[in-house]
């Protein structure tokens, strides 16, 4: 009788980006054959259990792998693959994120917003942040702009306080031109940086644009605003993880012992809706909107909040945003009605209402004509594709 292969996984389930590597691990397992499975709930940094150099395993994925603990996976007749983000080459079989390519996309995403300035706000002595940094310089430098640079530690005695570093990150943030685009090393430093621009009045994102990465969804919808943030790609982590896990055990040839895994994309939310104006008055008039449109305003409220003509604001919208400022209220009522077909079930009446919409019929007419199709059908639509990604 075949017996399944006893593998151990070192891997957090404290964390978001650890329970996802665990659900790609997840996935691969649902489409090829079983392992029998040795997981206990830490978060990340703990030691490996003591019984893990004792017991009879196959194979092993370890998160927490630093140069001690490599040097004792090595000595081990099972293979390894590697999943750490601190440490460099261990010498061990090794998955991970592409940072280089978080940086660049990162960096894509603000450029294409049309900025002249650019920052990153990091944490230093972190190799993952220096990486992700790299990327971003390497990508903004192509563009003929340079990078401003903010970095403090993450971790040991020279952490600063709380209210120390963010009174850091505000007094450097108003030394720099604006508008500004700022990249992130990860959404909690992210978080940082909102936290700063509320402290000194800076407006996000009419002054300085905000990005993270990781895409902890919890994180960035309880930012204010909801944090923009790169999407990596954890599960395809953890898929091509076990994949190399799985081959290592047969005694095959990996088609390679080193494998960084690109970025999914960027989920766009408030944090970077903007694009990089230098008049005030649309810069004024966009963030009334922005704020107001979900709640029903219209062109003559954003007329009384600036105190210009109807003719200014059309000339000037159209020439720095090629288009009409009520075709600006729509894009963002628009914006909301697919957040909540997707993530709610909310009736579309409910939806109309929560979107600035006076009627549901409308909502419907309008929705139809922008996108070719109806809310109920955009809906359906988003749930199957969903339900694919979850097989």
């Not at 061990?92 to 940072?99: E, F, I, M, N, R």
């Not at 939310?269 to 104006?277: D, N, V």
């Not at 919409?357 to 109920?376: C, D, I, M, N, Q």
Request: with cysteine.
């Amino acid at each position: 009788m075949n017996h399944p292969p006893r593998v151990a996984l070192i891997i957090e389930t404290s964390s978001t980006y650890g329970r996802r590597i665990l659900n790609g691990i997840a996935r691969y397992l649902r489409s090829h054959h079983r392992w029998s499975v040795f997981l206990e709930q830490h978060e990340l940094g703990r030691r490996p259990p003591t019984g893990l150099f004792t017991g009879k395993w196959n194979g092993i994925l370890s998160r927490p792998t630093d140069p001690e603990l490599a040097g004792a996976f090595r000595k081990l007749a099972v293979p390894v693959v590697d999943l750490n983000d601190m440490f460099d080459d261990l010498q061990l079989p090794w998955v991970g994120s592409d940072h280089a390519g978080i940086g660049r996309l990162g960096a894509e995403h603000l450029l294409a917003r049309g900025y002249r300035h650019y920052a990153f706000v990091g944490f230093s002595e972190e190799r993952w942040s220096d990486q992700r940094l790299a990327g971003f310089q390497t990508a903004v430098a192509a563009k003929g702009f340079s990078v401003h640079t903010y970095q403090s530690p993450w971790r040991g005695p020279n952490v600063p306080q709380w209210d120390q570093d963010m009174d850091d990150i505000a007094r450097w943030l108003q030394q720099l031109p604006q508008p500004l685009a700022v990249m992130t090393c990860n959404d909690v430093r992210g978080l940082h940086v909102l936290d700063a621009c509320a402290r000194v009045d800076i407006a996000v994102p009419e002054q300085v644009a905000v990005l993270g990465v990781d895409n902890e969804a919890l994180l960035c919808e309880l930012c204010s605003p909801p944090l923009s943030s790169v999407e990596p790609n954890p599960e395809g982590i953890g898929y091509a993880a076990a994949e190399l896990l799985d081959t290592l055990m047969a005694g095959r040839r990996p088609r390679a012992k080193r494998q960084r895994i690109a970025p999914v994309g960027v989920m766009t939310r408030r944090s970077t809706e903007s694009l990089a104006i230098q008049d005030p008055v649309v810069s004024a008039a966009l963030r009334f909107i922005r704020d107001q449109a979900v709640f029903g305003c219209n062109v003559d409220d954003v007329l009384r909040q600036v105190r210009v003509s109807r003719s200014v604001l059309e000339r000037r919208f159209r020439e720095h945003l090629k288009r009409s400022p009520q075709a600006e209220i729509r894009t963002v009522q628009f914006s909301r009605v697919k957040q909540l077909l997707t993530e709610t079930d909310f009736t579309l009446e409910h939806i109309a209402e929560l979107s600035g919409f006076a009627h549901p019929e409308y909502l419907s007419v309008a929705f139809k004509k922008a996108f070719g199709l109806t809310p109920g059908s955009y809906r359906q639509q988003h749930k199957n594709r969903a339900d694919k990604q979850q097989l």
